[in-house]
């Protein structure tokens, strides 16, 4: 059995607007935080999107500098360590789009977020999944776990996540999971046909990452 691996057209989740994450985003969110900003294209998308307030965080000091000529606020440096310096109580909506998976400690940046949120803020994020097909292909067909510049296998990925995983990530630092779902699908007759074959145990399998919507399931709390 072979299974293809991942093209660009399938990795064109790296687009700055972002849509599928972009409806996500309440359109009410009178501040956004865009954890890894990068450059501000996508936040300068979530000003449209929104009409609020849009900081950011970036660890790229030149990223940083081009974004902070786009959107409000920005702050240089590592998530973990900016975050404190966030104001409390002050965020609609926070924003991780392929970001957690690059941090060393995402659920502890995840605890950290949680009194940065209005009372019914929501964090909403994008997670790169494991189960992908043709990265499950990769590794138990081509044996083989490469180091690419994009996609499941992009070589500043920390984490990896499943539907279940990124869940209890969610759960454990202290939030209600509301939505989760796939995003940018795979359309791969095989995939397809394993999934049904299987009565749905690979249709996971079938999406690049997933997409969820979580708020504070508690008070909050400094942490």
């Known amino acids: 059995m072979r299974i293809a691996r991942e093209s660009k ?12 994450v972009l409806r996500l985003v309440p359109t009410t969110a009178g501040r956004v935080l865009d954890l890894g900003c990068g450059d501000g294209a996508f936040g300068a998308t979530l000003k449209d999107h929104t009409g609020g307030e849009v900081w950011g965080i970036d660890s790229d000091p030149q990223a940083a500098q081009h974004a902070n000529s786009i959107i409000d606020h920005v702050l240089v440096g590592a998530v973990h360590e900016r975050i404190a310096e966030l104001p409390d109580s002050h965020f609609d909506a926070i924003v991780c789009t392929d970001t957690l998976e690059r941090l060393v400690e995402p659920g502890a940046a995840l605890r950290q977020l949680r009194c940065k949120l209005k009372p019914h803020g929501v964090v909403v994020a994008a ?8 990265a499950m292909g990769q590794v138990l067909i081509r044996k083989d776990f ?16 499943t539907r279940r995983s990124t869940v209890r ?24 046909l394993l999934a049904v074959l299987t009565l749905g145990y690979f249709a996971d399998g079938l999406y690049l990452q997933y997409a969820c919507v979580a708020s504070p399931s508690g008070p909050h709390q400094a942490p």
């Open 127 to 134: 997670v790169p999944n494991i189960r992908f097909l043709p």
């Open 169 to 192: 990530m969610f759960k454990t630092a202290g939030y209600t999971v509301q939505r989760i779902q796939g995003i940018n699908a795979w359309h791969g007759a095989l995939g397809v």
């Open 146 to 161: 490469p180091q690419e510049d994009f996609g499941t296998f992009d070589r500043t990925h920390l984490r990896y996540f």
């Open 9 to 20: 057209s399938v990795t064109a989740y790296y687009r700055p607007t972002r849509p599928e």
